[in-house]
């Protein structure tokens, strides 16, 4: 048991939980802000798998970046599609997102095994690229902890940064800009923006475009950085498990960020268990954050609950 | 959606107008489906026409592909009958992938252990996983209902523990130790489901999925309970005034759900297909229970005619996957497509130019029979 403590607390695992807790944030942030918006994304975890092939395939044929674009960007192609379909051709978004990730499945096989000439399932194949890592390891000049900051915060990915920065600038955005109001305002109460000329479909569509560009990003990162490449599936749920780290965060910001890093250390757990406790068997140990997702959801959802109640509401 | 008269109009619409109305919009999006189908083909392949060719008709080409399609037919029939029970009722579970799991695990252990391989094995291998299936639909349900927990979120997650039990018990307990394979024994013959057609797939599960579409129509359309649950997917806050109880119907019909998930899990291991458990059996096939419902509008009587067409497509990809260079998985972009059109309010083309001309031309002949009249 004190192996374990003495695991979590150490540096090496906090640097696992940033590694394990990006890609998740990044889908996160994309699913608050549809939420946010009034649309559930429950197209978040095909959206994931998108961005992991766009990424992979376009970092074959070009420098990093434009792999992580391309994840950008076929995300926000999805998103896109998606506000189409559900604002113009009225359908209903949960639906909308069933499809999304109907076609994300099978899609992505069909499109790698297009992509590469007939290659099922894996990108091995492909030369992908990764993400390049930030080196801090100037930090280790600072005396006492200076060996402990780099090994937390050296060698991540160039995008935990900006997921960290994206935290920020999201909360800026919602709480401190006029449009961030407006955002709000239509997925609280949709007739009082309408009625004050707030253009109202516009906000929806561009709010799920830049979700589901968020989601891509997350795909980009977790294909090239966390993973070197594409496989099947690779999200195995990560999409869902920010859907609960939304509704777990209470739907603000700094929230989503507590809950990804927490559902991130759940993550980061089930690599580090296995080493650590050989007879517990792997299929329980990769329960674990499917299990947390749903206790946190549940205890979540009663204290949100009794809150509801004690206001009076509905 | 789910009356046949509509109010406001003046004359009420016959059930055969709403589904003369369905079938054209299914139509539509099948053509559409199917014209996207053959651009996809017809860029990515090297023999497009062959493909196309062995999409449309292999599945008719033997008894033995006949069957294949077939006994898909009644498993998505299944599948589809257990979304669009929850989905009628407004809640968008999906754990149907879970309950099927667990349904194949309980099938198993009872196959496996003594009672197997006596005349019991059968009919309590089906009733135990339909029991462990519902089981599995109840805890979504009943979070939701007692603590507002979202029940997609936890439905899924639910899944991903499923499939994850089923892989650690076949390695450690289900399996004889030391074979290091991921599959149990063949079942006792007396465990399995007797075919209807020899040397085909087709058994018994082909009537449990009538049964089973003809069970939920009865309850969804002809009792008070399926009433009550109809109400509160059309509108939880009347149904709330008019004294139902929205949560209880909301939980027995997720458990209900759960408990056709269950019985899919028997059909899949007990079936003739399988007649063991074999770690990720079903590979995502449960969610094409999603499509089923959405295109049969979550009515049960449309679930096995969706079922049907479907299930021939999908066996025409797998076909065309085996004998050709186009990829079964083609069929998710396909479905994908199929799901958005059906859901999405389109008219049909140019449908609108039509009625005003129609109505101009009426009006102009109301306009001169009421001149002549003056």
Redesign the interface.
């Known amino acids: 048991m004190s192996e374990l403590i003495l695991t979590i607390f150490s540096a090496a695992f906090l640097a696992t939980v940033i590694r394990t807790s990006t890609p998740l944030l990044l889908a996160t942030l994309g699913g608050l802000i549809a939420d946010l918006s009034g649309a559930?994304n429950?197209a978040l975890d095909g959206i994931m798998l998108i961005g992991c092939l766009a990424a992979v395939v376009a970092s074959a044929y070009a420098p990093w970046y434009v792999g992580v674009l391309a994840g950008i960007a076929a995300g926000a192609a999805v998103g896109a599609i998606m506000a189409f379909?559900h604002l113009r051709?009225?359908?209903?978004i949960?639906?909308?997102g069933?499809?999304?990730?109907?076609?994300?499945?099978?899609?992505t096989?069909?499109a790698l095994?297009?992509a590469t000439g007939?290659d099922?399932g894996t990108s091995i194949n492909l030369p992908s690229k990764g993400i390049p890592a930030i080196d801090l390891s100037f930090l280790g000049g600072i005396p006492g902890i200076g060996p402990f900051l780099v090994g937390v915060f050296s060698g991540h990915s160039f995008l935990s940064w900006v997921a960290a920065f994206l935290v920020f600038a999201i909360w800026y955005f919602l709480y401190r800009t006029p449009w961030g109001l407006w955002l709000r305002s239509v997925g609280e109460y949709p007739a009082a923006p309408e009625a004050a000329g707030i253009p109202v479909n516009a906000i929806r569509g561009w709010s799920l475009v830049v979700s589901a560009a968020l989601a891509g990003l997350g795909g980009a990162q977790l294909a090239m950085f966390n993973y070197i490449g594409f496989t099947a599936n690779m999200t195995?749920?990560r999409g869902?498990?920010a859907?609960?780290a939304v509704?777990l965060g209470a739907r603000h910001p700094v929230g989503v960020l507590l809950a990804a890093v927490l559902f991130g250390a759940f993550d980061g757990l089930t690599t580090v268990l296995p080493g650590l406790f050989g007879w517990i068997?792997p299929?329980?140990i990769?329960?674990i954050p499917?299990?947390v997702?749903?206790l946190a959801?549940?205890l979540f959802?009663?204290r949100?609950?009794r809150a509801l109640l004690l206001r009076g509401a509905r | 959606m789910t009356t046949d008269a509509e109010p406001g109009g003046l004359k009420p619409q016959s059930r055969w107008d709403v589904a003369r109305r369905e079938l054209v919009r299914g139509a539509i999006a099948v053509v559409i489906a199917l014209i996207a189908t053959i651009a996809i083909i017809f860029f990515t392949s090297k023999e497009p026409s062959e493909a196309f060719w062995t999409l449309l008709t292999a599945p008719l080409s033997k008894p033995r592909t006949i069957g294949l399609w077939i006994d898909d037919a009644a498993k998505l029939s299944v599948t589809g009958l257990a979304f669009s029970l929850v989905f009628q009722a407004r809640q968008f579970a999906l754990g149907v992938q879970g309950q099927l799991y667990v349904g194949a695990i309980a099938a198993t252990y009872v196959a496996l252990s003594p009672i197997g391989a006596t005349w019991a094995g059968l009919p309590l291998g089906i009733l135990v996983a339909m029991l462990a299936g519902a089981i599995y639909g109840f805890l979504p349900g009943i979070a939701k209902a007692k603590l507002g927990a979202n029940e997609i979120v936890s439905s899924l997650m639910l899944n991903y523990v499923a499939v994850e039990l089923c892989n650690f018990l076949v390695r450690v307990a289900l399996v004889a130790p030391g074979s290091g394979l991921l599959t149990t024994a063949k079942f006792p013959k007396t465990s399995l489901y007797p075919a209807l057609v020899p040397n085909t797939r087709i058994d018994l599960g082909l009537i449990f999925a009538v049964v089973a579409i003809l069970g939920v129509w009865f309850a969804l359309y002809r009792t008070t309970w399926g009433l009550k649950l109809r109400l509160v997917g059309h509108n939880p806050r009347f149904a709330e005034y008019a004294g139902i109880k929205a949560n209880f119907i909301m939980v027995s019909a997720m458990t209900a759900a759960g408990a056709l998930g269950g019985l899919l899990g028997s059909m899949f291991v007990q079936g003739q297909a399988f007649g063991n458990l074999t770690v990720q059996f079903e590979g995502g096939f449960a969610f094409e229970g999603v499509l089923i419902a959405i295109v049969a509008r979550n009515r049960p009587l449309a679930v096995p005619i969706v079922a049907l067409l479907y299930g021939y497509l999908r066996q025409g990809a797998q076909l065309m996957n085996i004998r050709t260079d186009v990829p079964a998985e083609v069929i998710g972009v396909v479905a994908a497509i199929i799901i958005l059109l059906v859901s999405s309010s389109f008219g049909i083309p140019g449908k609108a130019f039509f009625t005003r001309m129609a109505r101009r031309r009426q009006t102009v002949a109301a306009a001169a029979t009421g001149g002549v009249a003056k």
Not at chain 1, 89 to 92: Q, Y
Not at chain 1, 100 to 107: D, V
């Open positions: 559930l429950v379909f051709m009225k359908a209903d949960i639906i909308v069933f499809a999304i990730s109907a076609l994300a499945t099978g899609g096989v069909f095994s297009i007939g099922k195995a749920g869902f498990i859907l609960g509704l068997p299929e329980l990769r329960m499917f299990i997702t749903i959801l549940v959802s009663y949100a609950q």
